[in-house]
RNA sequence: GGGGCGACUCCA
């Protein structure tokens, strides 16, 4: 069994799958007798990589050995089905794992949102709480993150703040994750001061924002035009120790060339090469289109030779 | 611990 175990890890972090799926039937047939954890992490691998009929086998397996499938085994083979989309395939496998008694924490119902949210199912948010209590299992902060996501994506601001509410009364205690997801949900409508806001409150209760956080500002205010709000945050960025990453920069030069500043976009384009991050494809294709609009072909020419001096691929 | 969450990008 020991032996197995290694190679079934040692296969699924090369993964390759073949082998993973040979290692499985040889151990099938031998009178080993593989516990839950080894059947649950196979099951885990499996369904990862979208090998859903086999990781349903393993589950059938560890039935037939009459190894009880715990609340591990019942997420994994969710995952696997969210994986591929299949939220009512996620739901069946939480309905037999609840009739099992064998549900005992949130992680379920999180991965059952981002299911949701894959598919688009808006309508069933809503629910989650309510469920959860009725089984008898506390939301934590993972479950809250889930969920002001899911608003968020749904357009739905007012539902992600009030999901937020609901957190701080549970007690849990807000993530860098929290509050971005939060963010976005008002930037997504455009409700970029409010995503502002609350990155102060953010730093107020004490959590620091990170790229991700400035990022979704930053792209807010960018997406919006409002360079000016864009560029503040950004030296607080800067200012807070906080390294862009080269996607900020895009998105400035983006919206700079938008409004054919050709300038500041040139700007943001040294400024992105003293920070020590090559001009990535994107970063070329803004600069090009800027200038063509702008009639000036031979600095498009000329940026289109340092593009391919400096091997990126046009697109 | 064998399981889950955030922008952009990529892939579908």
Redesign the pocket.
Known sequence: VISYTALL?GYGKLKSFDRMKEVWRQLMMSRCKPD??????T???FG?EGMLEDAEAVFDFMLKQGLL????????L??GY?CQGLWEGAESVLRKGLQAGA?????????L??AY?KAGRHEQYDDILGQMEKDGVK????????L??AY??AGAPDKARKAFERMQETGCEA???????L??AY??CGQTEISEYILVEMRNGGTE?????Y??VI??YCQSGQLANAEKIFRTMVNSGCKP????Y??LMNTYANQKNTVEAERICRLMEAAGHKP?A?TFNTLIGMYIKAGRRTTAEQTYARMQESKCNP?
């Open positions: 890890r839950v954890r080894l059947c649950t992490e099951i885990t691998l990862r499938p715990d609340t591990i085994t019942y997420t994994s969710m995952h969210v549900i005992r924490d949130d992680v379920p119902y999180s991965i949102v981002n949210v939301p934590t902060i993972v479950t809250f993150n889930a002001i996501n968020s994506k993530t860098a994750i929290t509050y971005t997801s963010m976005e930037a997504r924002p990170d790229s991700i956080a990022a979704v792209n807010g990453q080269p996607a900020i895009n998105s990535t994107s697109d």
